[in-house]
């Protein structure tokens, strides 16, 4: 199958610093990548739909100059955690979608992002 | 935007089939059931989907009943491997290019030795 590839699998970082979290798709073109956190013992919640060459899509409540998504190409788009303070600590997740019509999404293995 | 209900956990006995049941009683026409699993700590990972037709493949089956009002996956001989939550997705159009999956909290399936 599709391999989607996310580094770095955890980070800690102090608190005001920036933190940037790739992901790749290995094998296929991804015209469309998402972003989610996830926080202990809940579901996954969608921050961002990036589509390659054009700005990103934000959910509602999340902050689009605090999350900074670049999908400068078809297979790498980049997630930046900026000023990241305690409360951002979460389990960060991209997916990609190959082509469209597609309908099955290849998931990263995930950021622990732990901010001190 | 159709959302599903499954039981919070389910406990199942190593090389027994696992049958987790999902319902979707408010789903459209033209929406898909899709099921994914999620591992501790690690990404989902894609399972199987379907529209209306049961479908099968080398990692599970699912079963929509004619209504289309509910599924159930089927893991037929699960190991420990297969311990995981798993998750009941109906897919929802956003847009003409973008389409969003709404997660809930899924099953958290335990497979016992």
């Known amino acids: 199958g599709a391999v989607v590839s996310q580094h770095p699998s955890r980070v800690i970082c102090k608190s005001g610093t920036s933190v940037k979290i790739e992901c790749r798709s290995l094998?296929?073109?991804?015209?469309?990548m998402f972003w989610y956190r996830q926080f202990p013992k809940q579901s996954l919640m969608l921050m961002a739909t990036?589509?390659?060459?054009?700005?990103?899509?934000?959910e509602q409540g999340v902050e689009k100059d605090k999350f900074l998504i670049n999908h400068a190409s078809l297979t790498l788009s980049t997630l930046t955690v900026t000023s990241a303070h305690p409360e951002d600590s979460s389990f960060y997740i991209c997916?990609?979608?190959?082509?469209?019509?597609?309908?099955?999404?290849?998931f990263g293995s995930g950021t622990q992002l732990s901010v001190l | 935007d159709a959302k599903t209900t499954q039981p919070p956990s389910m406990d199942c006995a190593e090389g027994r089939a696992a049958n987790l049941p999902c319902n979707h009683s408010?789903?459209?026409?033209?929406?898909?059931v899709y099921w994914y699993r999620q591992i501790h700590s690690q990404g989902p990972q894609y399972i199987i989907h379907?529209?209306?037709?049961?479908e099968t493949n080398e990692m599970a089956s699912l079963i929509i009943t004619e209504d289309r009002k509910s599924s159930t996956l089927i893991l037929p001989h699960a190991t420990l491997r297969d311990t995981a939550v798993y998750y009941c997705?109906?897919?929802?159009?956003?847009?003409?290019?973008?389409?969003?999956?709404?997660w809930g909290l899924g099953t958290s399936l335990a497979v016992n030795p």
């Open positions: 997916s990609a979608r190959r082509g469209n019509g597609n309908e099955k999404l290849f």
């Open positions: 094998d296929f073109q991804a015209t469309t």
């Open positions: 990036s589509n390659e060459g054009s700005k990103a899509t934000y």
């Open positions: 408010t789903i459209s026409g033209n929406e898909y």
């Open positions: 379907g529209l209306k037709n049961n």
């Open positions: 997705i109906v897919r929802v159009a956003r847009d003409g290019n973008n389409r969003k999956l709404i």
